[in-house]
């Protein structure tokens, strides 16, 4: 068994920036064990008022579109300008094992090796939109610990994008030219939710198919109805490998920070935010300590076949499991 410290010593660990004790409390509050989770309510609590001071920004795309390459580039970038950089690195966890790659560290090698920056891989288990089930947790956290910028990478696009949306305050979509994509193969949700949309990999022979591409989405998010904050979602073309791209995109950033902030939508959402994690938290205790119930257990062991075989109506199963339950 993992020995546990105190709730003091995880807290001023992550205060000082210890990066050895925030990889320590963020895996204390992504366990499942019931003993650790009234500490890790305790330490959240604690770190609260250290927190809030970073820009959380959501990058999203496609499967190999090339997020952890752009999300290297794009931190080493931000470290030069004396930012402090977190990474939250979402790995897509097995149906079938449960088990979950965790290569984020190895594809932004450069990035892990510099003092200033701190990635976390993260398993997304059975959490739906790929992302962690604790990212929010894991936000604060490295938010206590000083750092300036949050970077969240998903899976990939499918309902990562209503996750995420929910927890950054600005959200990039990163998109390739000349893959069959252009407004086909990307949602219109998608692309409405998205601050920016970034055409990733314009370099060499796809600058010009990239340019193209950015032209083509400009077109169509101008379609699209003003959102409800007034800010126009602009479409960039960035290269990794070039840099292009890589400053306007933080210039975007900036500018979108300062608007929502002189407006008031910055922290209008973060409260909406807030209460949105409220509701996940008290839907997600609920489902566990439901399944943990003994008699709940024995009825979905003797009853779920008849389900599974179309003999037993699913509805009517769920009223019988909810009415043990609650009693």
């Keep these: 068994m993992i020995k546990r410290k105190s709730l003091e010593e995880y807290k001023q660990g992550v205060i000082q920036g210890n990066r050895v004790i925030l990889s320590q ?41 090339g997020k952890s390459t752009f999300i290297e580039a794009f931190g080493k970038l931000l470290l030069s300008k004396g930012k402090k950089v977190a990474v939250l690195a979402v790995d897509p966890s097995s149906q079938k094992t449960r088990g979950s790659i965790l290569g984020d560290k190895t594809r932004m090698e450069k990035l892990a090796l510099d003092k200033r920056a701190f990635i976390r891989p993260s398993p997304s288990g059975s959490t739906l939109g790929g992302v962690s089930a604790k990212t929010r947790e894991a936000m604060l956290l490295c938010e206590a610990a000083g750092f300036d910028v949050i970077l969240v990478e998903t899976v990939g696009v499918g309902q990562s994008e209503v996750a995420v949306k929910g927890m950054v305050d600005f959200f990039l979509l990163l998109m390739l030219a000349g893959a069959g994509d252009e407004l086909q193969g990307i949602k219109k949700g998608i692309m409405e939710m998205a601050d920016a949309l970034l055409i990733h990999k314009a370099d060499g022979e796809n600058v010009a198919a990239a340019k193209r591409a950015k032209s083509t989405y400009s077109n169509a998010l101008h379609l699209f109805p003003l959102a409800e904050n007034s800010w126009s979602p602009q479409v960039i073309t960035g290269s990794s490998i070039s840099g292009e791209g890589l400053e306007e995109a933080w210039s975007m950033v900036l500018k979108f920070q300062d608007q929502m902030l002189r407006s008031g939508w910055f922290e209008r959402t973060r409260a909406s935010q807030r209460l949105t994690w409220l509701h996940e938290s008290v839907q997600a205790i609920l489902g566990k300590q439901f399944y943990a119930q003994p008699k709940v257990k024995k009825l979905l062991e003797s009853d779920e076949e008849e389900v599974k075989n179309g003999i037993k109506n699913p509805m009517t199963l769920a009223r019988e499991l909810t009415k043990i339950f609650l009693s």
Excluded: F
């Excluded at 019931?34 to 604690?46: H, N, R």
């Design 25 to 65: 409390a963020i895996t204390l509050v992504e366990s499942n064990l019931d003993s650790d989770s009234e500490l890790a309510g305790q330490l959240v609590q604690e770190i609260l008022p250290h927190s809030g001071k970073s820009i959380r920004i959501g990058i999203t795309g496609v499967p190999g579109v």
